[in-house]
Structure formats: C-alpha cells, structure tokens
C-alpha cells in the first residue's frame, strides 16, 4: 500500500510539472516560443516589459510582427542600439527569425514593451500576450510575472520602465527614433 501512494504521488508530480512546462512554452507553424515571461511592477508604472526565446525550427524565415494583451493598451517590440556610445531603445517594426534560429529577448536587448498598463503586474499572476508572425500566425502566451531578485523591484528594469514612461510623458507619444 505504501509504495501504491508513493507511486501516486509521483505520478501527479509529474502530471502538475508537465503543465507548468508546457506553459513555459508554446508553439504556432514552425515557431516555438520558451519561458515567456516579465517583472513585477509598481503601482505607479504605466509600462512594463516582456521577454521570451523564439526558435525557428521551420526551413523558411519568418517574421514577429506585432503583439497584443489585455492587460495594456499598446503593444510594441523593442531594441536596443547603440548610438554613438550611448544605448538607446528603440522601437522595431518587425524582428527577422532565420531558419533554424534561435532569438533571446532579455533585458539589454530585444524586448516587447507594454504601454499603459491598466493595473500593477503582480509577482506569481500571468497574463496573456498575443504575438503575431509573418508567416506562421498569431498565439497566445501565459507570460509568468516574476519578481526582482531577492523579493525586491529589480532596479535596471524599473529604470528601463522608467525611460519609457517618462519618454511618453515629455515627447507625448512613443516614437523611439529610427528602424535601426
């Protein structure tokens, strides 16, 4: 009897961190889309960020074109370049998925900026955020928010929010300067 319930336990072990792996993943056509995720944000944020891996794992090239959710108002896909020494975001129409590739969005580089966030983006809640590609569609992530560090705001990414915030508010829209 004892090893029938140990055998039962492993078994829902297994069955509950499959679920938690497939919704750190999802796929559409030939595009996998791994560890979809994003920070907690304070109460005053109006933006936020979220970061993923995209695989490419078809033969033809596709592109990330655009995002949505519910939870902001806008939705966009972000860089960062460097501009004589000094980095800047910049606001991306599209990013390139070669064949076979595989493209890291983190902080200090690709990233997908949320605009007017209608409420704070809470430590263990996910939220859904729609990606449309080129090619292979639209699909829908379950984007886990996670907190900073040691239980505190991580500061670079309140400052990366901050940035864009304050860019609204100044230039009273979001235009980050050119394509490149």
Request: hydrophobic share 40%.
């Amino acid at each position: 009897m004892k090893k029938w319930l140990v055998s039962f336990v492993m078994l829902i072990s297994l069955a509950f961190l499959a679920d938690s792996v497939s919704a750190q993943e999802a796929k559409v056509g030939a595009i996998v889309i791994k560890n979809p995720w994003s920070r907690e944000t304070a109460a005053s944020m109006s933006t936020a960020v979220a970061y993923m891996i995209l695989q490419n794992e078809g033969k033809d090239a596709d592109r990330l074109l655009s995002g949505a959710t519910p939870v902001a108002d806008r939705v966009e896909i972000h860089t960062h370049v460097d501009d004589n020494g000094v980095m800047k975001m910049r606001q991306i129409p599209n990013v390139e998925l070669a064949p076979g590739s595989v493209t890291t969005f983190a902080p200090g580089g690709l990233h997908v900026m949320l605009f007017g966030v209608k409420a704070p983006l809470k430590k263990g809640v996910n939220f859904p955020l729609t990606l449309t590609f080129e090619k292979a569609g639209a699909v829908t992530l379950d984007v886990a928010v996670q907190g900073g560090g040691d239980g505190h705001f991580n500061a670079s990414v309140q400052k990366e929010n901050a940035k864009h915030h304050e860019h609204d508010e100044r230039e009273g829209h979001h235009d980050h300067g050119s394509n490149h």
